[in-house]
T-cell receptor, first 112, second 114 residues
Framework: DTEVTQTPKHLVMGMTNKKSLKCEQH?????MYWYKQKAKKPPELMFV???????INESVPSRFSPECPNSSLLNLHLHALQPEDSALYLC???????????FGNGTRLTVT | AQSVTQLGSHVSVSEGALVLLRCNYS??????LFWYVQYPNQGLQLLLK??????LVKGINGFEAEFKKSETSFHLTKPSAHMSDAAEYFC????????????FGSGTRLSIRP
């Protein structure tokens, strides 16, 4: 069982929808991450919250918007996505910036 | 700058045979090195990590890896493959100071033949 919980497990949305992905960890970790993983590819970093300070991968489109309500929760707000955004979205956390990542099982997103 | 190269996108071994997954890295600073495993429809799970100290690192599920600075390698091995080892394996490198700068290799799919 993973200690990083992601909901929902699957999500199908149209290009005009607004939806949110949620991630929660109770390990006391102070850094949380969003990754995007396409089939047969490694994960690609989208966003990092470290001690609730956001760092952005500048190649990520603005239709993805992260939110960190507190150190245990991480959301990813989705708006006006494109079919090419269909992927597995993984949340991860780490105790600090020099600690290994702990991943959730991901949300499988399909944009129609 | 850092990079990771995994040799072989697909490796197939017989059950009970030695597993060897190859990883070479490039790093301008002392690296942290990791192997992660991903089973179908799941996230990545840490198998083992090298930070400092002993160069032979033991991980979960009987896997181990050896850090060889002279060869810039961090190959993953397991003496005897089980059917349950079938998965995608990712080698990764990060500078010692920042997990957020972790770079993943392209992955190696391990298949196990009965």
């Amino acid at each position: 069982d993973t200690e990083v919980t992601q909901t929902p497990k699957h999500l199908v949305m149209g290009m005009t929808n607004k939806k949110s992905l949620k991630c929660e960890q109770h390990m006391g970790h102070r850094a949380m991450y969003w990754y995007k993983q396409k089939a047969k590819k490694p994960p690609e970093l989208m966003f990092v919250y470290s001690y609730e300070k956001l760092s952005i991968n500048e190649s990520v489109p603005s239709r993805f918007s992260p939110e960190c309500p507190n150190s245990s929760l991480l959301n990813l707000h989705l708006h006006a996505l494109q079919p090419e955004d269909s992927a597995l979205y993984l949340c991860a956390s780490s105790q600090g910036e020099n600690s290994p990542l702990h991943f959730g099982n991901g949300t499988r997103l399909t944009v129609t | 700058a850092q990079s990771v190269t995994q040799l072989g996108s697909h490796v197939s071994v017989s059950e009970g045979a030695l597993v060897l997954l190859r990883c070479n890295y490039s790093s301008s600073v002392p690296p942290y090195l990791f192997w992660y495993v991903q089973y179908p429809n799941q996230g990545l799970q840490l198998l083992l990590k090298y930070t400092t100290g002993a160069t032979l690192v033991k991980g979960i599920n009987g896997f181990e890896a050896e850090f060889k600075k002279s060869e810039t390698s961090f190959h993953l091995t397991k003496p005897s493959a089980h059917m349950s080892d079938a998965a995608e394996y990712f080698c990764a490198v990060s500078p010692w100071s920042s997990a957020s700068k972790i770079i993943f290799g392209s992955g190696t799919r391990l298949s196990i033949r009965p």
